[in-house]
């Protein structure tokens, strides 16, 4: 019988399940290589994230020994549909996880991706800044039609992932109204994958953001965002928070090094600031809190027909 160890965590909410031991050997591989590598066993994707033992709202991580000298570890994030460039809750949920397991304490430190190292605070209070890829805004007031007709309009931007972010959408976001949320942004995704609307190098945009004003005084906005698998994502989400710090700037509503903060449609929280602002770049910063949740031992039954998920 095949076993793979895990940390379960939740990041504002949004569950990362860390592979920490078991699987395929992926000593010496990058962030890069192994997300390949791990592409040609996706069964290992399915079954760690996926039902039965997974949900589609679930994020997987699996955590690699670090190549580069400047790296305490490197990680590949991972979905119900398919692999991430980068995941900014699960990066916060990665840092508490290496706390839990006494691999870190409070300071500094590098974590490798595929899309490059995430530097990384973990403070004295457990609160964990990630300092993200550069971000950008590709495209201002981007038009789309949905099978509705209806007409919406948004920015294009990189935080990590690609997104599609709308501010006049129409929508109250909150628990009340989350049906409409969901349905609108599935709207959106799909009207996306039919147009020729991409990111940049032709890059599919796979997540929808649509963002408000908070009710609460002392935030700066609520957001809902929908993810690849069509699972929202119960965080603020922070590759979608780098993408809208990128267009803030963008259009000069936010200064460098001034405090930004975004409640998710659950009412989980995230703080964010950016550092830099060159060439249309951000250097975005996001601060959050983790919480391990379970320490487990994933089992495979030969027997099992359904031993490597289903989605």
Known sequence: MNSID???SHTAGEPTRLVIDGGPDLAGRDAA???DFLKTEDRWRRAIVCEPR???VMVGGWLLP?????CVAGVVFFNNVGYLGMCGHGMIGVVESLRHMGRIDAGEYGIETPVGVIRVRLHED???????VPSFRHAAGVELELESGKRVRGDVAWGGNWFYLIEDHGLILDAAHLHKAIELTVQIRRALDRSPIRGLD???I???ELVSRSPFEGLDARNFVMCPGMAWDRSPCGTGVSAKLACLAADGKLAAGEDWRVESISGGRFSARFTAAEEGKVIAEVSGRAHVLAESRLLFDADDA???GFS
């Open 6 to 8: 895990v940390i379960d």
């Open 33 to 35: 290589t192994a997300r």
């Open 54 to 56: 997974g949900s589609d």
């Open 66 to 70: 670090p190549t580069r000298e400047d």
């Open 126 to 132: 457990r609160q964990v800044t990630i300092r993200n």
């Open 202 to 204: 032709g890059a599919l």
């Open 206 to 208: 796979d997540h929808v």
């Open 306 to 308: 359904l031993a490597w």
